[in-house]
């Protein structure tokens, strides 16, 4: 019998249980062949029946329309940084970018050194992150090839309550740490992107919602292995997929479908934000967010200890009672609870407790 | 008990049955963690020790000299076809490509997008690849910025016996389908890639071997993510890497290590292609190899029978009687037999077997 870790990871991060026991039970014969899924031909009907379930899933969970294609292609997040300008940033045009956190302005870095950007709204002073900007603050250029923006910020810990209005410019999403954490209207993106490592899968795969009428204006000046009309038209099969990865998000689709899906999921996933940010604000001020309360992110709560001392023994504390991955990222300090779905209601009732305790001992 | 299957898949393929246990046994606990490995953090000491482990196990098998780096890409072989010009084909420069199948086609044309390219040799007539070109049969820009070549086409069935002599020019290859089957001189290499789906792990994972001098003439006005070097620098973990497909090459890796490594591989491998080629050979032209006999391949054995029915016929008892994969590719018909480094010889007895059963039957 194994331990009964929290897993706070702010990815790779936990998956659900009957997910991996999914993959263990059929490691060694695949559904009576003999063989494990990574052992079948990505053209073969036992792998292709998977794949095909993984975008029917998406597709009913997120209530993508038919306006939209499913893809699956690879480099994480931070590719499609790259070969999201390199398909949209037109040769004459300029791209909107909305900035964040660390991860849009790398997206805005890379789209730098392929064509003209300009900085549509930020979410704080200088470096340091603390809110969303509201729609009024937006400078945005009615004639931009696109709007991109972060929809949850890791570090920062700030998310979007609301889908920003781009006036009419294609939207772009970089999705990676929120996909799928509630329902949201697909039609209003003209691209949703995410790395499947923090709510859906495993590292190595990254899901793309694209909007098929934009994807034709895609540019035909690229390498054909970047251009996302050329993984609609395959299928997700142009080359070799990342045949166990989408079957690994197949099986966590598989269990968010079963749980109620995204309404299910929402429901499970604000009842632990609202208790992490109670515990947080009930703890007077010995535990404090520096985050704008607004913008306060359902999947990573940031928060601070009156020392640093304090945080590294609280993070330590909390990995010897098996809570594991609470340390904030190196570039801000301070502790981090990633929620993603597959964290459970009662693991984030472990730790609100252990935080009433530790504040107890050490207050 | 599953059933007993030997698997002739070209690509993804067969892995070592031990290396799937390994996977199946650690993956509820990966090393008393409580987690399993795809559900860490690739920034933590437990992810951090397998991947460490997965170059150490490529520098020692392939005996990689200290003036090349190892790294993990994602995007398949498919995506190095674009991302070798991006980095190396300069903008007054040239690039030469050897053309001895579908997949160096692909390469070459992906390089045709990005600059200049010229073909300095071809493996058959128009579309027809029967053989490798000799070494006096190359036409080699001496100015170009480097040679690019296919160790072995699966499509086809030839492979090069012998690394060509590209007279001083950066030699980069392609090996997807043939990497580590038994031991080369990595130093003649500037630039070495492979997808892991045949020879060593699962797909979504792509090795890179690359000499690090030349590596630092890579052109800096490409995507941060696209640079060989911003990898090199990172060691392979500048963003989240397919974790998952990292450890299955580590298991895969420590079996070839077990197994007496390169050496014992190549002697596997020379027993399995001996053993099919003389099947063929002694059929009394009931079965015909369609390759040049100096260019066979050890990795992919193609044949044809007298007929398309006996062909077809052929694939279908093979797959009843547990031969999975045996269907020639789309492009040219036929029977393929694919035997990388994890078909055992005794799965090609089995099929050498019913190779003289079936000709006894329908000759």
Do not use: C
């Amino acid at each position: 019998m194994s331990k009964d870790v929290v897993n706070f990871n702010a990815g790779p991060a936990g998956l659900p249980r009957k997910a991996l026991e999914r993959a263990r039970d059929e490691m060694m014969d695949f559904e009576g062949t003999g063989m494990s899924v990574m052992e079948h031909s990505h053209r073969g009907k036992h792998y292709e029946k998977v794949h095909r379930e993984a975008i029917a899933l998406t597709k009913s969970l997120m209530g993508v329309p038919d306006t939209h294609d499913i893809l699956f292609v690879q480099g994480g997040a931070s590719q499609l940084f790259a070969t999201v300008p390199m398909n949209f940033l037109q040769k004459d045009g300029s791209a909107d970018y909305i900035v964040t956190g660390t991860w849009s302005k790398k997206a805005l870095s890379e789209a730098k050194l392929l064509g003209k950007t300009k900085v549509a709204g930020k979410g704080g002073e200088g470096d340091t992150f603390t809110r969303i900007p509201r729609q009024d603050e937006l400078s945005l250029d009615p004639a931009a090839n696109y709007l991109h923006y972060t929809t949850n910020n890791t570090i920062a810990g700030t998310q979007y309550q609301e889908i920003p209005d781009a006036k009419g410019v294609p939207l772009v999403a970089d999705m990676s740490s929120d996909i799928m954490w509630k329902p949201i209207d697909v039609s209003k993106f003209s691209l949703i992107y995410a790395g499947a490592q923090k709510n859906i899968g495993p590292s190595g795969v990254v899901l793309v919602i694209i909007e098929k009428s934009w994807m034709e204006k895609g540019r035909q000046d690229i390498p054909v292995i970047f251009r996302f009309k050329t993984h609609a038209e395959a299928e997700s099969l142009y080359n070799t997929p990342p045949t166990f990865g989408i079957y690994m998000m197949r099986n966590v689709l598989s269990v968010i479908a079963e749980q109620g899906g995204l309404v299910g999921i929402e429901t499970k996933n604000r009842k632990k934000s609202a208790l992490l940010y109670a515990a947080i604000d009930e703890s007077g001020g010995y535990y404090r967010s520096p985050v704008e309360t607004a913008s306060r992110s359902h999947m990573n709560v940031v928060w601070r200890l009156p020392s640093e001392e304090l945080e590294n023994k609280f993070v330590k504390e909390a990995e010897a009672a098996d809570m594991t991955g609470l340390k904030g990222h190196r570039a801000v300090g301070g502790v981090r609870a990633s929620i993603y779905n597959a964290v459970t209601v009662a693991g984030v009732e472990k730790l609100v407790s252990f935080m009433a305790d530790f504040k107890k001992r050490n207050g």
